[in-house]
């Protein structure tokens, strides 16, 4: 959950005159509770992120890893 860490720390780093965003992946196993439990609040940490700054918006790309998490981030077949 480095995303639910990462969106806590001071948030000067986005605030510039000009919107900045910035897309960040992760690979989960949406087949798994785990899987979509993740998924869930990830998405919701991202939306609360979006929500209160302007000047910087998250851009979450969510790859599914079907179980084998090391083949998806090797392959390099991120969108």
Same mark, same amino acid.
């Given at each position: %959950?480095?995303?639910?860490?990462? *969106?806590? &720390?001071?948030?000067?780093?986005?605030?510039?005159?000009?919107?900045?965003? %910035?897309?960040? @992946?992760?690979? $989960?196993?949406?087949? *798994?509770? %785990? @899987?979509?439990?993740?998924?869930?609040?990830?998405?919701? #940490? &991202?939306?609360?992120?979006?929500?209160?700054?302007?000047?910087?918006?998250?851009? $979450?790309?969510?790859?599914?890893?079907? @179980?084998?998490? #090391?083949? &998806?981030?090797? *392959? @390099?077949?991120?969108?």
């Amino acid at each position: %959950m480095l995303l639910l860490a990462w *969106s806590r &720390v001071k948030r000067s780093h986005c605030l510039v005159p000009q919107r900045s965003d %910035m897309s960040i @992946g992760v690979v $989960l196993d949406l087949v *798994s509770l %785990m @899987g979509k439990h993740q998924k869930i609040a990830i998405e919701i #940490a &991202v939306k609360e992120f979006n929500n209160q700054l302007s000047s910087c918006k998250l851009d $979450l790309q969510i790859k599914d890893s079907h @179980g084998n998490s #090391a083949q &998806v981030i090797s *392959s @390099g077949n991120f969108p």
